[in-house]
């Protein structure tokens, strides 16, 4: 069961956060603080001047346009008999923060089943939005007002690597909440979910907002079992095993600790070691790894490191399909040649 | 389109939606591409009580009346602002001629 936060955050983890926006940048921690997304939470907390004042409204405001939005697309993925899933900031910001404006996000992220992908595709052009930028596991739409919505066919790049079928996404998933009729993942998809997507997606490079949601998560009962079987079911020990650990490193909290003992031994040595190295100045662990590089660590093993390369070198698409160019296939593995040295 | 009169009536478009913030309202197209299209609209505490106003039967004269007795600010000054928001308002397609009242 899922308790949203009575407190926007506790007062500790406030603290944690006010550190590391003076560590990383001494002159002007309040900017940081709002290009790294908490400005909201720490103006809640009662912390900042004018900068955080500022970043608090813009984050209202926009809320507003994407709850709109967001309402909208649903509505219309609902009558046209497509099932979708809220993800990310959106459903957070609805299921976990005290306000959904607490939580700023660049944009809507919304899942589909692979089949129904381009029928979902469809049925936001009809509402006036227009591709912007297409990847394997999702193309971006940009709406009237300048609002953008990521359509995914898939949680996160190669797919494959991780067997996260969306019908059984879908039969776990929790109401999306705050007064919007849609769907979620359920809090221990959520987790896996967050992690793949900071860990694989991004090698560990996303804003400090986004580890923060690790730590609403970490104030809900999340069932530390169910979690490490998601994780091992989803192929994705690794990758949360790492990003627990990073989440950790970076806030001081561990959303289920028995979960992230289980996981432990899972952390790969390569990202051990550059969380020690970077230990005495957490903030760093914002820059991440090399993407290339960090894909291998959490891959780890033959066989899914072969289902990496494969699936570096002819990527699939939102729909399930799957580019089989062998010049493409060629320049990308001349790419990532040169991100592994 | 003319400059707006205060004789015309002006109601709500179906392109956008208005969310309220505390005293402030937001407006956010919900149709159309590109460059018409871009944006979100921030409207004060008066801008959203003319918003608010603007239901398709009440004129110019009547929301002027009613933002005076509101704001306590004087009706030349009130009717002035008002016909600069509206300007506004149409330029962004915020706003159109309620049909069969005004132009």
């Known amino acids: ?18 550190a590391l926006a003076a560590g990383a940048d001494p002159r002007e921690p309040d900017a940081w603080a709002a290009r790294q997304g908490i400005g909201p939470l720490l ?16 984050a209202e405001i926009a ?28 459903a957070l910001a609805l299921s976990h923060y005290a306000h959904p404006a607490l939580r700023p996000m660049g944009d809507i992220d919304v899942l589909v089943a692979p089949a129904r992908w381009e029928e979902a595709a469809r049925v936001l052009a009809g509402l006036d939005w227009t591709v912007e930028d297409a990847a394997e596991h999702g193309a971006a739409f940009a709406g009237p007002g300048g609002v953008r919505l990521e359509l995914h066919g898939a949680l996160v790049s190669c797919p494959g690597l991780f067997p996260l079928r969306f019908d059984d996404l879908l039969a776990r998933s929790s109401a999306l909440g705050g007064g919007l009729d849609g769907r979620r993942l359920d809090d221990e998809d959520m987790v896996v979910h967050l992690s793949l997507h900071a860990a694989f997606q991004h090698g560990f490079r996303v804003r400090l907002g986004q580890y923060v949601d690790f730590a609403c998560l970490a104030a809900c009962t999340l069932d530390g079992r169910r979690l490490v079987a998601r994780a091992a079911a989803a192929g994705a020990r690794r990758p949360v095993a790492a990003a627990l650990a990073v989440v950790h490193g970076l806030l001081g909290v561990t959303p289920a600790p028995d979960a992230a003992e289980a996981l432990a031994a899972h952390v790969p040595p390569g990202v051990r070691r550059w969380m020690d190295r970077v230990a005495p100045e957490p903030w760093r662990l914002l820059d991440g790894l090399p993407l290339a590089r960090a894909r291998w660590m959490l891959a780890g093993g033959a066989v899914c490191r072969a289902r990496l390369l494969a699936g570096t070198l002819w990527p699939g698409r939102p729909d399930g399909s799957r580019e089989v160019s062998p010049w493409k296939a060629l320049a990308r593995g001349r790419r990532l040649l040169q991100q592994l040295r | ?37 871009d944006g979100i609209f921030n409207l004060n505490r008066i801008g959203a009580f ?33 016909l600069g928001f509206v300007s506004q308002l149409l330029s962004i397609a915020a706003v159109s001629a309620a049909l069969g009242r005004g132009k």
């Not at chain 2, 109601?11 to 460059?35: D, H, N, T």
């Open chain 1, 1 to 18: 069961m899922t308790d949203r936060a009575a407190e926007p955050l506790p007062a500790v983890t406030v603290r944690r956060l006010r």
């Open chain 1, 43 to 58: 103006l809640a907390a009662g912390e900042g001047g004018a900068r955080l004042l500022a970043s608090g409204r813009q």
């Open chain 1, 63 to 90: 809320w507003q346009a994407l709850a709109v939005h967001l309402e909208r697309c649903l509505g219309a993925f609902d009558a046209a008999g497509i099932p979708a899933i809220v993800l990310k900031g959106a």
């Open chain 2, 1 to 37: 389109m003319s400059s707006p009169a205060l004789a015309d009536v002006f109601v709500r478009s179906e392109r956008m939606v208005g969310r309220r913030i505390a005293q402030e309202y937001v407006l956010v197209p919900i149709l159309g591409k590109g460059a018409d299209a």
């Open chain 2, 50 to 82: 003319v918003w608010e106003q603007m239901d398709g039967r009440a004129d110019g004269h009547a929301i002027v009346a009613r933002m005076t007795q509101t704001f306590e600010v004087e009706a030349e000054r009130a009717a002035r602002d008002y």
